[in-house]
């Protein structure tokens, strides 16, 4: 029998890297450059675990893996043409590290992730662990196709309406 994960890893980085740019800025009184504490702090408030599903799952449903190292391009495209799938930005591991990352989640509750591949990662895709933000790809679409980043979650206003956008499961 499996031991249950205790946290997920990619709320546990984002946790992490809150408390220590809470740290330098608060206590050690440190100016950081594009201080990213407003973005973990929304991941952390309005994020979502979820774990890795087999890709064999989705035969027949018109999902295709895509292009490597272009997770948000990938995630986002995916959103927009299949309506059954949400945009999910945030952190996920797959066995060595957590990273900024985005895929996507069907409607019931199954990730799809069209970028990483089984072959490249330490863990089967089933203990993957992903821990973001879901949004609405077609209400935000004008807004991402006039910005020059790939990433929702480092470009939102945040007090400016980004709930807003916000999927909840």
Not at 76 to 82: A, N, P, Q, T
Not at 91 to 120: I, Q
Request: proline share 2%; with cysteine.
């Amino acid at each position: 029998m499996k031991a249950e994960i205790a946290i997920n890893a990619g709320r546990q980085y984002v946790e992490q890297m809150l408390a220590a740019h809470k740290y330098f800025t608060q206590v050690q009184g440190k100016e950081i450059l594009g201080d990213p504490t407003p973005v973990y702090e929304f991941v952390v408030a309005n994020g979502q675990e979820w774990t890795g599903t087999r890709w064999t799952k989705f035969r027949g449903r018109g999902y295709r893996k895509m292009e490597k190292q272009m997770c948000f391009a990938n995630a986002w495209y995916m959103s927009l043409i299949f309506d059954e799938l949400t945009y999910y930005e945030g952190w996920a591991d797959a066995g060595v590290f957590s990273v900024h990352h985005a895929w996507c989640v069907d409607d019931d509750g199954l990730v799809v992730d069209p970028t990483w591949r089984k072959a490249n990662h330490e863990k089967p895709e089933e203990e993957w662990e992903y821990f973001g933000v879901g949004f609405d790809s077609h209400a935000l679409n004008s807004w991402m196709c006039q910005k020059h980043t790939s990433s929702v979650l480092f470009d939102l206003k945040y007090n400016e309406g980004a709930m807003d956008f916000v999927v909840t499961a």
